[in-house]
């Protein structure tokens, strides 16, 4: 079965450059989640996108910026990259959580940040 | 948010029962609880959720108490395959996000 596939898988840049995660979500999927994990850390929600409108945002940086596409597909863009923002990025895909559906979470992108 | 608290690790034997706690005090009555669970270096991923009634899965079982002030992850048969993070979330009502706390380690031995 399809899943939810990211890229690239890692990714590695330097201090103040931007950087651009990509997500494809499950076919039929409507709804996109983004979760930043530091090392060592809990999974923190980002932001959430459905039917290509945001959703719900939680404790994204003013740098980082996200859109979903008419395709639904996701692209979270990082500007102004710092240490912190080194972290495995994870996106989920779902039918809409607010109805009870499950995620289904990607393989992650690592971003290093030197 | 109401809160999810659950112990920050457990270890069991392989082809034992496990049974991994989760407190809720401040749930309410439209509040689902939902278990994932993240293996070393993989997404998380869901193992079931439920409101009221106890659930049953191929993965596991939930047992949620009568006033839904805990609940109770059970894998009948852990393998070392279990060992993992396994995180109790409430969902938020009318949203689409989910907020994962501080899990519980399992360690499974051979």
């Known amino acids: 079965a399809a899943g939810v596939i990211q890229s690239p898988r890692h990714l590695i840049k330097e201090k103040r450059e931007t950087a651009t995660l990509k997500c494809y979500p499950i076919?039929?999927?409507?709804?996109v989640y983004w979760y930043q994990q530091g090392p060592g850390q809990d999974p923190q929600f980002l932001i959430s996108?459905?039917?290509?409108?945001?959703?719900d945002k939680g404790s994204i940086p003013d740098r980082f910026s996200a859109q979903q596409f008419s395709d639904y597909h996701s692209e979270l863009n990082m500007s102004s990259l710092e240490l912190g923002d080194s972290a495995l990025y994870f996106c989920?895909?779902?039918?809409?959580?607010?109805?009870?559906?499950?995620?289904?979470f990607g393989s992650g992108t690592q971003l290093s940040v030197l | 948010d109401a809160k999810t608290t659950q112990p920050n690790s457990m270890e069991s034997n392989e082809e034992e029962p496990v049974h991994l706690p989760c407190n809720h005090s401040?749930?309410?009555?439209?509040?689902?609880i939902h278990w994932y669970r993240q293996l070393p270096s993989q997404g998380p991923e869901y193992v079931i959720h439920?409101?009221?009634s106890n659930v049953n899965n191929r993965m596991a079982s939930l047992a949620i108490a009568e006033d839904r002030k805990s609940s109770t992850l059970i894998l009948h048969r852990a393998t070392l395959r279990d060992a993992a993070v396994y995180y109790c979330?409430?969902?938020?009502?009318?949203?689409?996000?989910?907020?994962f706390g501080t899990g519980t380690r399992l360690q499974v031995f051979p």
């Open positions: 076919p039929r999927h409507d709804t």
């Open positions: 989920a895909s779902s039918g809409r959580l607010r109805n009870n559906e499950k995620l289904f």
């Open positions: 401040t749930i309410s009555g439209t509040d689902y």
């Open positions: 439920g409101l009221t």
């Open positions: 996108f459905y039917e290509k409108m945001q959703s």
């Open positions: 979330i409430l969902s938020v009502p009318y949203t689409d996000k989910l907020i």
